[in-house]
């Protein structure tokens, strides 16, 4: 079944602790993506990937680290969370054509930092 | 720059009554825009796009949205609700090489019995 997973789904932690939130897809998508949703903002990108090795920020990219080592896997690095990234996190993919393709969304990551 | 708003954060209408859910985007190329849905405790899932050709857009489970440039407008449509389509609905503009999706507020759809 073509999915994008994320880990874990509901994560409670304290302020500067270290956490990364992993996120794969089975689809062998160029492409991958973090959202953060808040409410009544909508969803917000982090950090994006157009295929392994580049990665570059998006809208909101303070305070998150990600990485693309292989090209399944995208995981979202908190290295000092603080309580303004209590959220909801998103990780999607899609496929690199001449057009925007559908982007495939994971069934997020609750997190909240005390 | 790309932006888009959604005209109305919460709908509520009638089992079988007609649903209509606002979008305008603003871009300076032209767009592809996409409608997204969340049920509750679930991603997103895909409803429908547009990206070139005809205006008129079909969807899954009865969801259709015109794309009418004139008015900058995307807006989604069902002719009657279903209690399965009570959502939150997000609509989405791409127009950028970066494939950056930038999303409006959401729009929670209430389907009363």
């Known amino acids: 079944e073509a999915q994008v997973t994320q880990n874990p789904r509901y994560l409670i932690t304290v302020t500067g602790k270290k956490l990364t939130v992993t996120c794969s897809q089975n689809?062998?998508?160029?492409?991958m993506s973090w959202y953060r949703q808040d409410p009544g903002l909508g969803l917000r990108q982090i950090y994006y990937s157009m295929n392994v090795e580049v990665t570059d920020k998006g809208d909101v990219p303070e305070g998150y680290k990600v990485s693309r080592k292989e090209k399944r896997n995208f995981p979202l690095i908190l290295e000092s969370p603080s309580p303004n990234q209590t959220s909801l996190y998103f990780c999607?993919?899609?496929?690199?054509?001449?057009?925007?393709?559908?982007?495939?969304f994971g069934p997020g990551t609750r997190l909240t930092v005390l | 720059a790309q932006s888009v708003t959604q005209l109305g954060s919460h709908v509520s209408v009638s089992e079988g009554a007609l649903v209509l859910l606002r979008c305008n985007y603003s871009s300076s190329v032209p767009p592809y825009l996409f409608w997204y849905v969340q049920y509750p405790n679930q991603g997103l899932q895909l409803l429908l796009k547009?990206?070139?050709?005809?205006?008129l857009v079909k969807g899954i489970n009865g969801f259709e949205a015109e794309f009418k440039k004139s008015e900058t407008s995307f807006h989604l449509t069902k002719p009657s609700a279903h209690m399965s389509d009570a959502a939150e609905y997000f609509c989405a503009v791409n127009s950028g090489s970066a494939r950056q999706l930038t999303f409006g507020s959401g729009t929670q759809l209430t389907v009363l019995p």
């Open positions: 999607a993919s899609s496929s690199w054509t001449s057009i925007p393709d559908t982007q495939y």
């Open positions: 547009y990206t070139t050709g005809a205006t």
């Open positions: 689809m062998n998508h160029e492409y």
